[in-house]
């Protein structure tokens, strides 16, 4: 199989980057932006083959001029994965700012927009592709105190289902991934924020997550990766616009 040709946004750390990893070590030419300067050096140093730059997701003129640089030297797309999305505040709505509002909706909604904008005509000409957007089980479920963040990933699969009618015409597949709780960095900052506002310890925020899942632990990145993986193989050419929770089953989620 030709090798495939693949873009992940906010991908220089955490479920982006083992992401980005899982299809170099495939053998697929790898192209990735985040904010983080410092950690795409780290990326950069660890996995050379992956080319990264600098973008600010909210940044709407930034994420264009990097999707059309990133065509241009590919010379297509096989795969997008929209990976970028923030954490936002943790507050209940009536004390979260309309500034926060907009750049949580920015980052892990426009985001995805503005990229699969991009990548839309050039996959409908090559007849083919996969978009995958990241979502989140907070997207299936609402999430109290987060509700930037679920009213962001809800959208994205509403996105998402609407482009798998569009393009899947032009055997384009467009489908979701809704993470639960995923093990990393940035769950340890959402436990600490919440812990923080409800005046509790970590540990007991940890344990209501874990408890409210079927299997009672936190998903590994890589697991995600393993899906994305499948998602833009052919062996998932029938599969387009589902929204596909990688969860442990979540139960419920707690305020």
Known sequence: MTSQRVIVTAAASGIGAAIARRFADDGATVRVCDVDENA??????TAPAIGGAQVDLADHSAVESWCADVLAELGGIDVLVNNAGIAGPTAFVEHVTPQEWQRT?????DSHYLTCRAVAPVMKAQDGGSIIN???TAGQLGYGRRTPYAAAKWAVIGLTKSLAIELGPH???VNAICPGSVDGDRMSRVIGAQAAARGVDEAVIEGEYTSAQSIRR???PAEIADLCAFLASPAAAMVSGQAIAVDGNTETYHL
């Open 218 to 220: 936190f998903v590994h």
């Open 40 to 45: 795409l050096a780290r990326l950069s140093t």
């Open 105 to 109: 909706l920015a980052v892990g909604l």
């Open 134 to 136: 990241i979502s989140s």
């Open 171 to 173: 055997n384009v597949r």
